[in-house]
């Protein structure tokens, strides 16, 4: 195993595209309203929370018994393709990783809507393990935002 790696996911949302992707954009509100149970939080440190070049911090789970914290700066939002990239800058993964990146793109294929994300990381070392808990805190936002927005 090399020191790069990338992990995807690709989920079918039942939430109207536009929508869903307005809550990727609005990230830092919707986050712990997406995971409603009391751990897992953010907040937003520098603009407003939504749009490129804010940084917003977050508390979640990872495997189950971790509590850890990451800073990530929305580096691109495209509207007309609804991609969003946030980069790790700070918190729990620079222990880990030297490169932490989520792309997430939402899309209609053959009348579905779809969230695809991805996320490219480096490890510090060959000891490291391969990020699959930040994988499952990426799906577990993705189906409870979701869930959320249905319900709004």
Same mark, same amino acid.
């Given at each position: ?50 749009? &490129? ?8 789970? *990872?495997?189950?018994? +971790?509590?850890?914290?990451? !800073?990530?700066?929305? #580096? ?27 792309? &997430? ?8 809507? *779809?969230?695809?994300? +991805?996320?490219?990381?480096? !490890?510090?070392?060959? #000891? ?25």
């Amino acid at each position: 195993m090399g020191l790069t790696g990338k992990f995807t996911f690709e989920m079918e949302i039942k939430s109207p595209a536009d929508k869903y992707f307005d809550g990727w954009k609005d990230i830092g509100a919707l986050f712990s309203k997406a995971i409603p149970d009391g751990i897992h939080k953010s907040e937003v440190h520098e603009g407003d929370g939504r749009s &490129v070049g804010s940084i917003n911090s977050y508390c979640f789970v *990872l495997g189950g018994n +971790t509590v850890a914290s990451i !800073k990530a700066k929305a #580096e691109t939002i495209d509207e007309e393709n609804k991609t969003v990239t946030f980069s790790a800058c700070g918190g729990h993964h620079e222990e880990l990783y030297s490169k932490y990146t989520l792309n &997430v793109q939402v899309l209609t294929k053959h009348g579905k809507n *779809l969230v695809e994300g +991805t996320i490219d990381y480096e !490890k510090l070392n060959e #000891e490291i393990p391969e990020p699959i808990n930040y994988l499952d805190v990426a799906i577990k936002f993705a189906k409870g935002l979701d869930a959320h927005l249905l319900q709004a």
